[in-house]
């Protein structure tokens, strides 16, 4: 059995050489078909993402070699090989494995600990499976790395912290406010910044958006995409008074929300909670607003400290996250161990069983007088008796692996069966 794993991602390549070499999900079907046709007895999939792209090819016997591998890739995607082929890694067998299951694990991201990856990967192992470019061997790997995931997620604490600012500010609002489906978000810009966070705060059921910028056709497009209204600029100050979330993600060079004007809002919301999102630098919000009863304001470094800690706490999970990923290894090995010395005990049972009817037929030749009863007593006996035999020299050699030509167990065996056992001579009278 032979396993190989070629790609390059964020670390070995940049943008634009990953761009070139990445597939489109109709593009990698193509591939995968084109695959199978060229190399009918290998196994392939096909892994392309923003951050990597990824082929492992697996068969029984033989298979491509990393430069044919290589050609392949290049002739998919019309990409000269030397445009990408010195950023690529490769690894076999063992390493492919724990390269794969490191993946998986998210330990191989650009963010440690993020989800998407693994459902990258069942995208996909489904796609190859779709193309019939996979089968035991890729079928029992992927299967076994989505379990690495899933014992990662619920053993380890390596996603349980966010590391991104729009989902870090989402959870820390979480603290302040329980239900946001009935809170009012104020968005002030409609940057890039400004969407990312206002999707957060969608999928985490916030549904009153209002958008202002001095950009209007902006404003007006992340209000659509929020379901919200958009208001002129001049009237933020009317919209603060009923605003209980405030994202600020402008180019202003000083503060939009001063302390002055803050404390002016607080005294006719009777001071309700107000929760600032300052994307900006210069920041939009006063310092001095953090002063102000009720009033919690988090800028890019304070959501950037939090960061900070949970990329630690992170990091912190990653030697466990190693030994889950160490004992998994060591389930595959065993996998690939007994499923390389299938042939071999086939081929034990056979000679027993070979050796079985022999006996069985020079006995019912001496033995004529039995009754019906009586032989199929002794056909019983025999077969509990090769039975018995056989299960533990197959259990043995399921663990030590297929054996080689010096090994003694299965020669023997082969020995004994082609030794036919022969009548002896009748006396002479």
């Given at each position: 059995m032979k396993i190989m794993l070629i790609g390059?991602?964020?670390?070995?390549?940049?943008v634009e050489v990953r761009e070139q070499l990445a597939f489109s999900h109709e593009g990698a079907a193509t591939a995968l078909f084109l695959f199978c046709k060229q190399y009918p007895q290998s196994e392939a999939a096909i892994l392309s993402t923003c951050n990597r792209v990824e082929m492992i090819v697996a068969s029984e016997n033989e298979q491509p070699s990393f430069d044919d591998v290589v050609s392949f890739l290049a002739q998919a995607r019309d990409v000269p090989v030397p445009a990408f082929k010195p950023y690529l890694y490769q690894y076999h067998d063992q390493r492919a494995v724990h390269h794969l299951f490191h993946v998986a694990a998210s330990l191989d991201s650009m963010v440690v600990g993020e989800y998407q990856i693994v459902n990258q990967l069942k995208a996909a192992y489904a796609q190859a499976s779709e193309q019939g470019a996979v089968s035991r061997i890729l079928n029992r790997l992927f299967h076994q790395a989505f379990h690495v995931s899933k014992r990662i997620r619920s053993e380890t604490e390596i996603g349980a912290r966010k590391v991104s600012v729009p989902s870090v500010a989402v959870d820390v609002a979480r603290g302040i406010f329980d239900d946001f489906s009935r809170k009012n978000v104020l968005v002030l810009g409609a940057g890039d910044m400004a969407q990312i966070v206002c999707e957060h705060l969608r999928k985490a059921d916030a549904r009153h958006f209002t958008v202002a910028s001095r950009t209007v056709a902006n404003a007006r497009a992340l209000a659509t995409a929020c379901e919200g209204r958009c208001v002129p600029w001049s009237q933020?100050?009317?919209e603060l008074l009923a605003a209980d979330i405030v994202i600020t993600a402008t180019s202003c060079p000083k503060p939009i929300i001063t302390a002055d004007k803050l404390r002016s809002v607080q005294a006719h919301r009777k001071a309700s909670p107000m929760f600032f999102i300052d994307l900006a630098v210069p920041r939009n919000v006063e310092a001095a607003c953090e002063q102000i009863n009720q009033v919690y304001v988090y800028d890019v470094d304070a959501i950037g400290r939090i960061i900070e800690t949970n990329r630690q706490h992170r990091a912190a999970q990653v030697e466990q996250c190693e030994a889950i990923i160490e004992h998994e290894l060591d389930q595959f090995a065993q996998w690939q161990?007994?499923?390389a010395a299938q042939p071999l005990i086939q081929q034990m049972f056979a000679d027993a069983y070979a050796m079985r009817d022999d006996l069985l037929a020079k006995l019912m030749h001496d033995c004529p007088d039995l009754t019906d009863r009586q032989q199929k007593a002794v056909?019983?006996?025999?077969?509990?008796?090769?039975g018995k035999f056989m299960h533990p020299c197959a259990c043995t050699v399921k663990q030590c692996g297929p054996c080689d030509k010096s090994s003694s167990l299965?020669?023997?065996?082969?020995?004994?069966?082609?030794?036919?056992?022969?009548?002896?001579d009748k006396p002479q009278k």
């Open positions: 390059l991602n964020h670390r070995t390549a940049p933020i100050d009317d161990k007994q499923n056909q019983r006996a025999v077969e509990q008796l090769i299965p020669n023997a065996l082969r020995e004994v069966a082609r030794r036919k056992p022969t009548r002896p």
